[in-house]
Structures are given as structure tokens and as C-alpha cells.
């Protein structure tokens, strides 16, 4: 058996992409709020940067597939590797993410997964260590 014969399908435990567009649109009014961060992210663009992480965040987790049907490989760092991520940015990105997460109110298990993940997520798009 693999684990999602043990556990179920993540997607489907948290709630579906009800969750996942609840999460990417909390996620996102952090994002416009920040100074440091909101300028990586293009004013005309924010509904369609919240569909794609809806959409990548419900592939990741086990839903369906739209993102690499419409988008292909995520290839993450490098359409990130235009801004500059430091630990200041990273930090930033994770308190919107955090937001994001505890307004899900999922039950400890599942938030401690999603926790992790968007740690090491926000920890492999750092490239650079200056201010």
C-alpha cells in the first residue's frame, strides 16, 4: 500500500479546492499588503497569480492536474529566480502563508503538513543572502 491507501488523498482531507482557494486568496491579501513583497507581484496580475497557486498548491497536494495542463512543469525557482529572495522576503512569505494556513483551521496533523512543506517551499527559493 502506498500512503494514500493508509491516509487518503490530502486534497480531498483538507476540503477539496474549496480549501485551496480559500488558502491562496488569504494568502494573497497578505502579499498586497506588504511592501517588500506586493512589488514581485504585478497589481493586474493578482487574480491570476491567485488562481496559479490555487492550482499548482492542488496538484501538489493530490487534486487535479489543470496547473501542468495549462502551465506544464512548475519549475518554481526559475520563475522566481527573477526577484531577489532573501531571508527578509522569506520571512515575509511565510507569515502571509501562515495566515493563510491558520485560516484554514484544519486539524493538527494536516496543518503541521502543509506547515512543512511551505517551509522547505520558501527556504529552496532563496537566492540571495544580501539585504
Do not use: C, I
Given at each position: 500500500m502506498d500512503?494514500?491507501?493508509?491516509?487518503?488523498?490530502?486534497?480531498?482531507?483538507?476540503?477539496?479546492?474549496?480549501t485551496f482557494e480559500k488558502l491562496a486568496?488569504?494568502?494573497?491579501?497578505?502579499i498586497?499588503?506588504?511592501?517588500?513583497l506586493k512589488p514581485m507581484y504585478p497589481a493586474?496580475?493578482?487574480d491570476g497569480a491567485t488562481r496559479r497557486l490555487q492550482l499548482f498548491l492542488e496538484q501538489y497536494?493530490?487534486?487535479?492536474?489543470?496547473?501542468q495542463e495549462e502551465r506544464?512543469?512548475?519549475?518554481l525557482r526559475m520563475r522566481h529566480?527573477?526577484?531577489k529572495i532573501n531571508q527578509d522576503a522569506r520571512q515575509r512569505w511565510l507569515n502571509c502563508m501562515e495566515a493563510a494556513v491558520d485560516s484554514?483551521?484544519?486539524?493538527?496533523?494536516?496543518?503541521?503538513?502543509?506547515?512543512?512543506?511551505?517551509?522547505?517551499?520558501?527556504?529552496?527559493?532563496?537566492?540571495?543572502?544580501e539585504d
Open positions: 500512503g494514500q491507501d493508509v491516509g487518503g488523498n490530502f486534497f480531498e482531507l483538507v476540503g477539496g479546492s474549496a486568496k488569504k494568502f494573497y491579501e497578505g498586497a499588503a506588504d511592501e517588500v493586474e496580475d493578482l497536494w493530490g487534486g487535479p492536474t489543470t496547473y506544464g512543469h512548475p519549475r529566480n527573477p526577484y484554514l483551521s484544519l486539524p493538527p496533523l494536516q496543518k503541521a503538513e502543509m506547515w512543512a512543506y511551505f517551509d522547505r517551499a520558501a527556504t529552496s527559493m532563496l537566492n540571495t543572502f
